[in-house]
């Protein structure tokens, strides 16, 4: 049974900077795509950022780019994404969502696996 758990959201003021984290029991980690989607109150899930296996390509919604950066370690079997300049308009539940692959995915229908959720409140 894969397992991701997502971890570091919180309350945070406009402006400030939160790490979010996701360990993964996936033995493929290292060959997995995996990615950060959010989803806020009465919305979709929306894509947030992308990392391909080696960490070598990434990719993000626009909304975010320039202020969010993914990363991940494999050796420690965890991707991160980095937020700074948070707005109002970044409060979610931010999730996280791996898949064996070596292709960089951006779409929730191509993920296996998903984490549960921390969720990012940003106060104006």
């Known amino acids: 049974q894969v397992q991701l758990v997502e971890s570091g959201g919180g309350l945070v003021q406009a402006g400030g900077s939160l790490r979010l984290s996701c360990a993964t029991s996936m033995r493929t980690f290292s060959v997995s795509a995996m990615g950060w989607f959010r989803q806020a109150p009465g919305k979709e899930r929306e894509f947030v950022a992308a990392i391909n296996w080696s960490g070598s390509s990434t990719y993000y919604t626009d909304s975010v780019k320039g202020r969010f950066t993914i990363s991940r370690d494999n050796a420690k079997n965890t991707v991160y994404l980095q937020m700074n300049s948070l707005k109002p308009e970044d409060t979610a539940v931010y999730y996280c969502?791996?898949?064996?692959?070596?292709?960089?995915?951006?779409?929730?229908?191509?993920?296996?696996?998903w984490g549960q959720g921390t969720q990012v409140t940003v106060s104006s």
């Open positions: 969502a791996a898949k064996s692959s070596l292709r960089l995915l951006t779409r929730p229908s191509e993920y296996d696996y």
